[in-house]
């Protein structure tokens, strides 16, 4: 719509597996609902995403269908419902800023055979000078159990423009979710995240609702990937087999049936 307003002609590519979560207050924004062709399935909403506030401002924002750990590939810790439903949980431990932001989870019980669990979503401001604009990056999750056990995880492909708020389809500890937590020390080791639509955003909240998302879904998916390079082989081979066809020659010699015989000295 800015871009509209500016006079600015420009195309778009939608390349998510799903439509963001976004909200269905606005007519512009039932417009882009209608345009991805969403279902009523993916728009009806189970409850409303988690908010910090400070003051009267709402600073974070975070929402995920379904939020679970599992401890030593063996305890099982589904966290969905008391994060988001029963809000069974203690974010006083948040903070805020226009550099750093920390949203902080804090359970008490939330399985047998461990006392206390706090997860802790740290976020950062940064300008680009490539892209000339601040980005909105989520650096690191943390878990600490029991006050003792501190588990750290490096965050890949979360970022968006820090206007935006950040999307993805599935997050976690495995090799195959676009968005993966990879455990940065030994205590990590013990734990396996998992984390289905994933919305945050810890920057430029206004109205208690999310911004538009940017989602970690790339281009180049894996069979676009596979399409280009077996592309690339045929159009060598063709390539090759055209030089090829080109290089051939026609013998300098013929031997003519009515005249006499060719004679070819062995010299040659």
Request: charged share 15%; aromatic share 12%.
């Amino acid at each position: 719509m800015d871009l509209q307003e500016r006079g600015i002609h420009f195309s778009v590519i939608y390349t998510a597996v799903r439509p963001s979560r976004i909200s269905r207050k606005t007519d512009v924004v039932w417009g882009l609902r209608r345009q991805l062709m969403a279902t009523e399935e993916e728009d009806s909403l189970s409850y409303p995403p988690l908010n910090v506030t400070t003051g009267n401002d709402t600073c974070i924002l975070f929402y995920a269908r379904n939020f679970s750990l599992k401890a030593n590939n063996s305890v099982f810790i589904d966290l969905t419902n008391a994060t988001f439903i029963t809000h069974n949980v203690d974010i006083s431990s948040s903070e805020c800023s226009d550099i750093n932001t920390t949203l902080s989870l804090k359970y008490t019980k939330p399985v047998n055979g461990i006392s206390s669990l706090e997860i802790r979503f740290l976020m950062t401001n940064k300008f680009y000078g490539g892209s000339a604009r601040n980005w909105s990056t989520l650096d690191s999750v943390e878990i600490v159990q029991d006050g003792e056990k501190f588990a750290k995880f490096n965050v890949s492909v979360m970022s968006a423009p820090v206007e935006y708020s950040f999307h993805c389809q599935l997050v976690g500890t495995s090799n195959l979710y676009p968005a993966r937590l990879i455990p940065s020390n030994n205590e990590a080791k013990n734990w396996d995240v998992f984390i289905s639509r994933l919305q945050i955003q810890g920057f430029n909240v206004e109205n208690n609702q999310f911004s538009y998302a940017s989602d970690c879904t790339g281009f180049f998916a894996p069979g676009i990937w596979m399409g280009l390079v077996i592309s690339i082989v045929l159009l060598w081979i063709l390539a090759y087999g055209i030089h090829m066809i080109t290089q051939l020659t026609t013998n300098s010699r013929f031997d003519d049936p009515k005249g006499p015989a060719l004679s070819v000295p062995q010299t040659e």
